[in-house]
């Protein structure tokens, strides 16, 4: 194979680091995982359709370079390519602060590989069909009511927008997620609907946020179930069966959720189960109108009504996603330029070339060139010293076994020694011998005739030498010169990278890392060459030398055999 051919192979074979991009029109993404193993918040089953609140804010979203209704934002799964329904609770451009509701189809148990990208950065973009839709976009089919509490009239609607409070209510635009409810006393009333009627041993559940300013009041009503606080503990009436759980603190967000089915009446706090009784007799029908707050003064936030008993591990999911609990949600900004990156240091790669200065790429680029040209010669050598020491080895077992030192002429152009380098020493002795007419008559060599075959061999040898050692200078050059090409760049990186800092006068560390870090690489691009240049060499050395001293034993005995057999007696 020609070298232009395998430098070219080379270079092509060197891995291009890139993530995929959904869509090269929006210029930033927010990768959110959620981490569903033991090391965050451990699930023992597959949830879909599980809505979960994504927070955005300056730290993880750049909202700068979004539209300021947020209507550039698209929600996309794990595979950057099927479409999630979102719904935006909040957008606000000024303070830097958004609510994304987004419905994940499905939520795996035990990985950390559960990831939904939210991408922004196209002020062209229209609003998307899937969001930023209603809460009836992330609500499942299992939910019979849910209740955000984000009007802006104040009066509580479901996701649907149909079942609707009877009077507006004061609310708080910091409350658990976004804007929530603020009651005093007075209760928030939603009429008897046919949708909320839970028929006798039909399970049911019921989920709310509270922050209480008192622990005292029921919270929510309706028909033979009750929900309320009493001595700072949850009390839980449905039909004939009392329950009392869980602590609750005043001035504290708190979660409490009530299930039923299966003969069975659990009570949850804080994604956590609090208690737990069989029903005798089965459960009796819900319906009437909802009271929710009866004497209750506090916040509520995302009450949520569901026709299925839900799991534990649904309501512990429900509790981390909407505590924004860190080990179930982790989240960080990318953008398409930094989007190229390695298995598990990603981002970091980006930020790194995207701060090298032009010194530091000239030289990085010189340094590839010595890389390739290195691991072309280790290459193109090695085959070179393989090929010679299995071809002498052939040869010389056949030399040994011959009675005549010129039996084996009529064998010179066997193929098995063309890649010999003692065969070819062996046809210089042949080339001496010949002309002083040796073998072809009784003529006898003296002691200076046999000094000058020998020293035409030698000659021979030598010439051997250059081919073997041919191109070897160049793994010398980049064992010492990659090193030093390195340094020369990270040293002049850093100067480039203090003289901006001190011209812009920013000496914060976030100025100061990534030129640093940056300019590293040129130091790491010289040892990446230098180390298997290293390594290469001393293979290759060594393998020379030792056909280097087979060729000399083979020279000596050569002319031993040749003076036994044709030498002056």
């Known amino acids: ?128 069909a899937n969001g930023p839709g209603s809460p009836a976009a992330v609500a499942d089919a299992e939910t019979l009511a849910a209740f955000h509490f984000a009007e802006r009239d104040g009066v509580a609607a479901d996701q649907t927008g149909t079942i609707r409070a009877g009077a507006a209510t004061a609310v708080d635009p910091n409350g658990l997620l976004g804007q929530s409810a603020r009651l005093s006393g007075t209760p928030i009333v939603w009429a008897a609907n046919d949708k909320l009627k839970i028929a006798a041993g039909a399970p049911f559940s019921v989920s709310f946020w509270i922050h209480p300013d008192a622990v005292a009041g029921t919270l929510y009503s309706q028909g033979a179930l009750q929900i309320g606080l009493a001595a700072g503990k949850l009390v839980v009436k449905l039909g004939a069966t009392s329950l009392e759980a869980g602590e609750i603190t005043a001035a504290t967000w708190s979660q409490v959720a009530v299930t039923f089915g299966a003969g069975r009446l659990t009570v949850y706090v804080n994604g956590a189960q609090a208690a737990q009784t069989d029903l005798s007799p089965p459960s009796p029908p819900i319906e009437g109108e909802i009271r929710f707050g009866e ?11 569901a026709n299925v008993a839900r799991s534990k591990d649904w309501i512990g999911l429900a509790y981390s996603a909407e505590s924004a609990d860190a080990k179930l949600i982790s989240s960080k900004t990318e953008t398409s330029d930094t989007a190229s990156a390695s298995a598990g240091s990603q981002g970091y790669f980006g930020i790194l070339f995207k701060s090298l200065t032009p010194d530091a790429i000239t030289i990085i680029a010189i340094l590839g060139l010595m890389f390739l040209i290195s691991v072309f010669v280790m290459i193109t050598k090695a085959l070179y010293v393989i090929r010679t020491d299995g ?16 039996a084996l002429q009529s064998a010179a152009d066997a193929p098995n020694w063309k890649n010999s380098s003692l065969f070819r020493l062996y046809r210089a002795g042949q080339r001496e011998l010949l002309r002083r007419k040796v073998g072809a008559s009784s003529k006898r060599l003296s002691g200076p005739s046999l000094d000058a075959v020998k020293a035409s061999i030698d000659a021979d040898s030598v010439r051997e030498g250059y081919a073997l050692n041919g191109q070897m200078v160049l793994l010398t050059i980049a064992i010492a010169g990659g090193p030093f090409l390195g340094l020369l760049g990270t040293v002049v990186g850093v100067m480039i990278t203090f003289a901006s800092i001190a011209a812009a006068g920013d000496v914060n560390v976030n100025a100061i890392a990534p030129g640093i870090a940056a300019a590293l690489l040129a130091t790491v691009a010289g040892l990446g060459v230098a180390i298997p240049s290293l390594f290469g060499y001393n293979y290759l050395a060594s393998r020379i030398k030792t056909i280097s001293s087979d060729m000399q034993i083979f020279i000596d005995e050569f002319v031993t055999r040749v003076a036994e057999t044709y030498g002056a007696e």
């Open 1 to 128: 194979m020609k070298p232009s051919r395998i430098i070219v192979l080379l270079a092509v074979l060197v891995p291009s680091l890139a993530l995929a991009w959904w869509n090269s029109d929006w210029k930033q993404r927010t990768a959110v995982s959620l981490n569903t193993s033991s090391a965050g918040v451990a699930t023992g089953e597959t949830l879909n359709q599980v809505a979960i609140p994504v927070r955005l804010h300056s730290g993880n979203f750049d909202f700068l370079n979004a539209k300021t209704d947020g209507s550039d934002l698209r929600v996309l799964a794990g595979d950057d390519k099927t479409p999630l329904k979102f719904w935006i609770e909040r957008f606000d451009g000024v303070n830097e602060l958004a609510l994304v509701w987004v419905d994940v189809a499905s939520l795996l148990p035990g990985t950390d590989k559960n990831t939904i990208y939210v991408y922004a950065g196209n002020d062209k973009a229209a609003s998307d």
């Open 295 to 305: 004497g209750y003064a506090g916040l509520l936030d995302e009450l949520d009504l």
């Open 391 to 406: 071809a002498n080895q052939r040869f010389l077992k056949q030399f040994r076994e011959a009675t005549d030192v010129l």
